[in-house]
């Protein structure tokens, strides 16, 4: 990645940049575009965004980042959780480390905060490498639960729990 790249919190100012940022990352995949611009607008509206940076070049925004607030319990306690989706890179971008680089200051600023566990629902080839397991995700009940559900727990010395429930922020249940 570029020395030239910034990472930074986003601002309500980012909105529509953010917005174009998503659109233009998800047009060109297999998933296509299923709502991921409106999906980080209604969790920022409810109040449920934990972590939201921008990757910045020359003052332009070239990719983002969403960390939202999970009800969470683990071994019946209820814990600080937190849902990774989307990240998002302007197809330019793409493949030069700018999306990895947004993962990692995400997972290092939700450490700060305190939370003990994050969760993505994401390819199982690439999230691994930040510290995701599926075996982990596997012991809670979601309604995302399945082979592309995956877990870390943000204390690399943390023992992982035993089992419990992990639900997104209810956004995701409003997408449909």
Do not use: C, N
Request: hydrophobic residues 45%; without cysteine.
């Amino acid at each position: 990645m570029s020395d030239s790249i910034g990472i930074r919190a986003a601002t309500a100012a980012d909105a529509e940049a953010i917005d174009s940022v998503i659109r233009a990352a998800f047009a060109g995949t297999d998933f296509g575009h299923q709502g991921e611009a409106e999906l980080v607008r209604m969790i920022d509206t409810d109040g449920d965004t934990l972590v939201s940076l921008v990757a910045e070049r020359g003052g332009a925004i070239i990719g983002h980042v969403l960390f939202s607030r999970m009800d969470f319990e683990a071994d019946g306690a209820a814990l600080s959780g937190s849902g990774l989706a989307p990240v998002s890179v302007a197809p330019e971008w793409q493949g030069q480390g700018v999306g990895d680089a947004l993962i990692r200051a995400g997972l290092a600023a939700l450490r700060k905060q305190g939370v003990a566990i994050s969760f993505v629902l994401g390819h199982e080839g690439y999230y691994p490498r930040f510290g995701y397991s599926p075996d982990l995700a596997a012991r809670f009940v979601s309604p995302f639960a399945g082979p592309h559900f995956m877990a870390m727990m943000l204390d690399s010395d943390a023992a992982w729990p035993l089992g419990g429930r992990a639900d997104y922020a209810p956004a995701f249940g409003r997408m449909g």
